[in-house]
């Protein structure tokens, strides 16, 4: 495995009891980083992939995101799907109406995803549409973008519902699928996040330093 880049003062961040850190000083430290530091990172992350994979059937189908606002790049991701054979797909904001916070995903046919043909959601995020479109409950993993996470696997997103809203019914009815792997730097990694009824733990974590099953 490759060292770890260096990590330009990240400082650990534990929550309160009475309230979550606030979002910015995540993204801050995202933005932090070197475009060089990013993609080495995701590197190391990538190589506890194979821990995951051992658990996922030929063919899989796996939920990617664009990687836009200074997150663990996700290239890495859709390279390891291309390896493997995987089905890669990306997710699409209110395919259904704009109120409709349910995610759908499309499918990935570029090896790149800068060269994925998108445009801007006017919530600033990045996507593709096309006409053959799954529900999150089609998909066997869904690799979830997030701001912060604790050591329960418990997500904070950037404060917009849609991950939870597409996966709560799924999660309230037991079913096994599809896995929800949150990809992060550690410094995002927190002991305690307070915890919303409506929020939608993790089932998994992977961050250069290793992959941790909930």
Not at 118 to 137: C, V
């Amino acid at each position: 495995m490759p060292p770890e880049p260096n990590n330009p003062k990240l400082p650990e961040l534990k929550a309160s009891k009475a309230s979550n850190p606030p979002r910015r000083l995540f993204t801050r430290q995202r933005r932090q980083l070197s475009d060089g530091e990013r993609r080495q990172y995701a590197q190391s992350a990538s190589l506890h992939l194979t821990k995951l994979q051992q658990r996922l059937p030929i063919n899989a189908r796996i939920g990617l995101y664009y990687d836009g606002f200074g997150e663990l790049p996700t290239q890495p991701l859709l390279d390891w799907c291309k390896r493997l054979g995987y089905s890669p797909y990306l997710p699409v904001v209110g395919s259904l109406g704009n109120d409709d916070k349910r995610l759908r995903f499309v499918p990935i046919y570029h090896t790149k995803l800068v060269n994925v043909p998108t445009r801007i959601h006017r919530l600033g995020m990045k996507q593709n549409h096309h006409r053959r479109l799954l529900w999150a409950r089609e998909l066997d993993v869904i690799i979830c973008p997030l701001v912060a996470v604790d050591l329960n696997g418990n997500r904070m997103g950037m404060g917009g519902g849609f991950y939870d809203t597409t996966l709560g019914k799924i999660y309230q009815s037991g079913a096994k699928k599809p896995l929800k792997i949150g990809w992060c730097y550690d410094f995002q990694v927190v002991d305690t996040l307070q915890r919303q009824p409506w929020d939608v733990p993790l089932d998994a974590l992977i961050t250069p330093n290793g992959i941790r099953w909930f």
